[in-house]
């Protein structure tokens, strides 16, 4: 099955800096990565996600981009404030089978 | 976007007891929902993918007859933890499978925070 590994685990960033994360995948076949914030105690919330036909998007502060041949995909957030503080998880899919595989995670503290 | 309710959104219970959570998306009909469960500091881990009218598929490692799952509409999935014991305090998010053009999306609920005593 798909394997998805993310780093770093923790980042800290002065506010506004940016932040990257990093996430790998194992699954050839996956063809869609989206991005999920989530806050403590709630839902996972999709903030920007690309499919596997497209190189870059982009979202206001908000930007992803995707190697197929390396089968990695990054986020960056730009001028980062205090309300971007969170864990933010990458995941992919197979839309052959809809199972969407987490990262571990990445709990992003912006410093004021 | 679309909207999946869960409910209860916490629920505190004795070791021994079962709990029943629900799974509801109000605005779509999901052809498929998802069962993942969240300890603290972790990331969330995919327990069963369930489709209306059919038998869940459980992820491996993860027991059936503890965690039993209903999707007896394409509205409404069911998780019943039974017999619960204080290592399945967790929290429990369901996600819904709904078609957005050409893809399918996950619409996640709002989680229940599952305490055993």
């Known amino acids: 099955g798909e394997n998805v590994e993310q780093h770093p685990s923790t980042l800290s960033v002065q506010e506004g800096d940016s932040a990257v994360i990093k996430c790998t995948y194992s699954?050839?076949?996956?063809?869609?990565f989206p991005w999920y914030k989530q806050e403590l105690g709630k839902r996972p919330q999709l903030i920007i996600d690309?499919?596997?036909?497209?190189g870059e998007k982009k979202d206001q502060r908000i930007a992803v981009t995707l190697n197929k041949t390396a089968k990695h995909f990054s986020l960056h957030i730009t001028e980062t404030q205090p309300e971007d503080s969170a864990v933010y998880f990458c995941?992919?899919?197979?839309?052959?089978?809809?199972?969407?595989?987490f990262g571990t995670g990445t709990r992003l503290t912006i410093i004021p | 976007g679309a909207v999946v309710s869960q409910h209860p959104s916490w629920v505190i219970c004795k070791s021994g007891t079962s709990v029943k959570i629900e799974c509801r998306s109000l605005?779509?009909?999901?052809?498929?929902m998802f069962w993942y469960r969240q300890f603290p500091k972790q990331s969330l881990m995919l327990m069963a993918t369930?489709?209306?009218?059919?038998?869940?598929?459980?992820e491996q490692g993860v027991e059936k007859d503890k965690f039993l799952i209903n999707h007896a509409s394409l509205t409404l999935s069911t998780l019943t933890v039974t017999s619960a014991h204080p290592e399945d305090s967790s929290f429990y998010i369901c996600?819904?499978?709904?078609?957005?053009?050409?893809?399918?999306?996950?619409?996640f609920g709002p989680g229940t925070r599952l305490t055993v005593t």
């Open positions: 996600s819904a499978s709904g078609l957005a053009g050409a893809f399918y999306e996950q619409y």
């Open positions: 995941a992919a899919i197979n839309f052959g089978n809809e199972k969407l595989t």
């Open positions: 690309i499919r596997s036909n497209v």
């Open positions: 605005d779509f009909q999901a052809t498929t």
């Open positions: 369930s489709n209306e009218g059919s038998k869940a598929t459980y």
């Open positions: 699954d050839s076949a996956s063809n869609y």
